[in-house]
């Protein structure tokens, strides 16, 4: 595969910054996001060299040096949390271009993979979702064996 082909995309996590730094202010989303599985998923498409993108519940696709001006809790696990619609989400594909890409990695719960194979539906794109399913332990152990391969 060609670098460039193949787009990583790492959930974005409950865990941020803020919770251990409450008096940081507008932060990248790369460093903003503090939790195991983000860690270990940016990890992994920078030791790989892919592309990478965040998912977020309220922003949608994000780039990693996208600006988060503090902290929010809203997961696509808890309607009631108001997450970003599918709609707005496939637009996001279109306006990125991420449809471009011939392989996507999701590196995430189910609920979040359930919701990157919505937004791409359409396109012939090969989604990949190798976590899909896994307690968080099996997904960590998983993560780090797919960084050292």
Known sequence: MIIGDILVVVSCS????????????????????IGPLFKL????AERKGYDWIIL????????????????????FNNP????????ILRKQVKEKKL????RVIVLASKR??????KAFQGYNIRIEAPLEGLPIGKMLAKLKSMIEE
Do not use: M
Not at 18 to 31: F, I, L, M, Q, V
Not at 41 to 44: E, G, L, T
């Open 14 to 33: 409950a865990k941020k910054i803020w919770d251990k730094e409450p008096w940081r202010g507008p932060t990248a989303a790369k460093e903003a996001y």
């Open 41 to 44: 998923a940016r990890k992994y």
């Open 56 to 75: 977020s519940a309220k922003y949608g696709f994000i780039e990693p040096d996208y600006t988060i001006s503090g902290n929010y809790n809203v997961t």
């Open 80 to 87: 009631k949390t108001k997450p970003i619609s599918l709609e």
């Open 99 to 102: 449809y471009r890409y011939s």
């Open 112 to 117: 979040y993979v359930e919701i990157v194979r």
